[in-house]
């Protein structure tokens, strides 16, 4: 089908977003952390189309920190996303531009509005692989930038073997 397309993130790309950076330099950089597969049935940057996507989470962390993706927000600030989980355990990480960062918690059913201008990134806190959909308009892009490194203002710790959303200063 024209249009499909698919990425893999290796953690020597993720460099920077996770808080243990010792821990990083100690893990194979060419690790296999998640994988997009997704659908643009018309070309980025189309006014009024939409995209559609399925990414899986590996289960693992970096120190006590689990897997997740980089995270972004829109580079058009006010379009909108639904994510949908299907398989896994995860937690939704958000922050709008006041800075307030919260969580939705993810599991198979699960679905979620992102409004536009609020960053998002998903965590995978289970011990399976972390499945969701995606669905966003094909002219929102992508602003890595929010999230380089910092920008979130929390963080998905292992805390006695669970999983805790934690704010920070970052
Ligand atoms: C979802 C969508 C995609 C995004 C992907 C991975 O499938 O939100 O737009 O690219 O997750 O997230 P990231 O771009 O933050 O690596
Ligand atoms: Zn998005």
Redesign the pocket.
């Given at each position: 089908m024209p249009g499909l397309r698919s990425s893999e993130?290796k953690l020597g790309q993720l460099s920077g977003i996770f808080r243990d950076a010792q821990a990083f330099r100690g893990m194979d950089p060419d690790t296999i952390v998640?994988r997009?597969w997704?659908w643009e049935p018309v070309p980025g940057g189309t006014e009024g189309g939409l995209?559609w996507?399925?990414?899986e989470i590996q289960p693992g962390s970096v120190g006590d920190e689990y897997y997740m993706?980089?995270?972004?927000r829109h580079a058009v600030l006010d379009r909108a996303?639904f994510?949908g989980t299907t398989v896994g355990e995860g937690m939704l990480v958000l922050r709008d531009e006041s800075g307030r960062s919260w969580f939705e918690a993810m599991k198979p059913g699960s679905l979620h509005y992102i409004s536009g201008r609020v960053a998002?990134?998903?965590v995978n806190t289970g011990d399976v692989p972390l499945r969701?959909?995606?669905c966003?308009p094909s002219d929102?892009g992508?602003d890595?930038q929010i999230?380089g490194g910092k920008g979130f203002g929390a963080r998905v710790l292992r805390q006695n073997g669970k999983p805790s959303f934690t704010l920070t200063e970052e």
């Open positions: 993130k998640y997009v997704w995209f996507g399925l990414t993706t980089h995270g972004h996303e994510y998002h990134r998903v969701f959909v995606a966003w929102a992508h890595y999230a």
